[in-house]
C-alpha cells in the first residue's frame, strides 16, 4: 500500500567505503524531488540516533558528491544502541548499557517516519533490533567485504577490487625485477572475496582465502616450483583472514567497543617470514588496509550506488518496511533485514569463481 511520508533519516553506518555519498545523493533526490519528502541526514551512524544529531538535507547539500569518497554525513563501527559503552570502570573495562529507549525517543521527537540504514551486517543487525521496537527501517547493502547474505554484490565492493588489482598489477613489476616474492593483503574479514577477485583479475600466482584453510607446505611448494621454471618471482594475493589449517587467523588489534571487535591484519608478514625461510627465497608483504576504501567509486559502483538508494526510497513510498535493496541474478529486488542480519556470506567451495581460478592454474594453498 502506498504511503503519504513526510520526513525520513538516512545514516551510514560501519565501516566506509567508496559510493556512501552516492547513495545519500539518490536518497535524498529521489525522495525530496520525486516524493517531496523531507530527508534527515543522522550524523555517525547509530551514534547520530543515540545523540540527536541530525540536520535536514537539502537537494542542494548532495548536490555534487557522487563521485566523492567516504560519507558527508560520517560514520561509526562502534555504536550500537543496544549494547552502547558509556564509560569505563575502576578496572578499565567498558560499561555497555542499552540505550535502544533514548533513540526511540529522539526518532519520535523528530518525527521521522522511517530510517534508511546504509551499512553492512552489523547495520542490518542495529536495523533488526530497532525493529523489533516497531522502527520502520529500508536497508541498502555497503561493504568493500562483499559478505552480506542475499544479494550477489553490496556497492564498494568494486571499487576496492579496482584498488587491489592496481597495487597488484604494480607490485607484479617490481616483483618481476627484483626476483621476489611478494604477498599482498587485502582486506575483506572473514570472506575471501575481495582477494579472490582483485587475485584473479591481477593474475596473482597464488590466492589465499579464508574459506580455504591454506597449507604453508603447498605455497612453499608453489613458490619453488615457478622459480625451477625460471618464473623467477611470485605474487600471491592474501585476505586478512586467511589462515593456515593447523592455526589462527592474525589479530592486529581487539577495538572492545565495537559490536565485533577483532581487527585482522598481519597474515601477510608472517606467512612473507615463514616462506622466505622455507624457501631461501627473498619475500615482502605489503598491506594495502585502508586504501581499499578511500577515494572516489568506480563507474559500476555510482551506478550500483544509485540504483540502490532510488529503490529504497520506492521501498519507503510502497511501504515495504523492514527490508534491505539487494541485487540478485542481475534484478534489484529486496529481502527481509532479518535475514541478513547476525549473518555473514563467504565464499562457497562449489563457486564457479574458485573453479575459473583454479582453472588457469592458481593455487589456493590446499593443493
Ligand atoms: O568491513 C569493512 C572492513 O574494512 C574490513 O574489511 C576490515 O576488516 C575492517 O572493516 C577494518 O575496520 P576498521 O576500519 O575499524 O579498521
Redesign the pocket.
Known sequence: MRQRLRRIGVLTG??D?AGLNAVIRAVAKSAILEYGMEVYGIADGFLGLIEDRMHELTANDVSNILTQGGTILGTS?KAVPDRFVTGRDANGDPIVEDVTPRVLEHIAARGLEAVIVIG?DGSMSGAARLMQHGVRMIGVPK???NDLRHTDLTFGFQTAVEVATEALDRIHTTAASHHRVMLVET???NAGWLALHAGIASGADVILIPEIPYHPEAVYRCCQARAEHRKNFTIIAVA?GARPVDGQVVVESI?PE?PDPI??GGVSTVLARQLSEATGLECRSTILG?V??GGTPCAFDRVLATVFGQHAVQLVVEGRWNQMVALQHGVICHVGIEKVAHHQRQVPRDAPILRAARAVGTCMGDA
Open positions: 560501519g565501516g567505503c563501527n553492512g561493504t568493500i567485504d582486506m575483506g574479514r586478512e577495538v565495537s581487527r585482522l585502508h581499499q576504501r
